[in-house]
Nanobody, 124 residues
Framework: QVQLVESGGGLVQPGGSLRLSCAAS????????VAWFRQATGKEREFVAT???????YYADSVKGRFTLSRGNDKNTVYLQMDSQKPEDAAVYYC??????????????????WGEGTQVTVSS
């Protein structure tokens, strides 16, 4: 059974950094696209970033230049480095695994497995 577990969330000041991790068991991330989504209170879940099976990474415009995705050497971990954080980055962050076609990579419905999320709070 595939399980995804996010970690690394917490409280960070505006302008600060956090690194989120997504670890998989029962699956190898090397065969799938891995994406991060986030959901702020009272808002819909939104796409943040994804790393494809080719290791190409794509980002939402709102985080481009500030967030960086990478795969761990163990092939079962994906990291989301979040720098220059803004109050609007505060949300529950979820990682997800799937095989969406490129045009559908921002569609949450195209991902098969999800973690339970990790809270990120950006506040001074």
């Amino acid at each position: 059974q595939v399980q995804l577990v996010e970690s690394g969330g917490g409280l960070v000041q505006p302008g600060g950094s956090l690194r989120l991790s997504c670890a998989a068991s029962g699956s190898s991330f090397s065969n799938y696209a891995v994406a991060w989504f986030r959901q702020a209170t009272g808002k819909e879940r939104e796409f943040v970033a994804t790393v494809r099976q080719t290791n190409a990474a794509y980002y939402a415009d709102s985080v481009k230049g500030r967030f960086t995705l990478s795969r761990g050497n163990d092939k079962n971990t994906v990291y989301l480095q979040m720098d220059s954080q803004k109050p609007e980055d505060a949300a529950v962050y979820y990682c997800a695994e799937g095989r969406p076609v490129l045009s559908a990579m921002r569609d949450a419905k195209k991902y098969y497995y999800w973690g339970e999320g990790t809270q990120v709070t950006v506040s001074s």
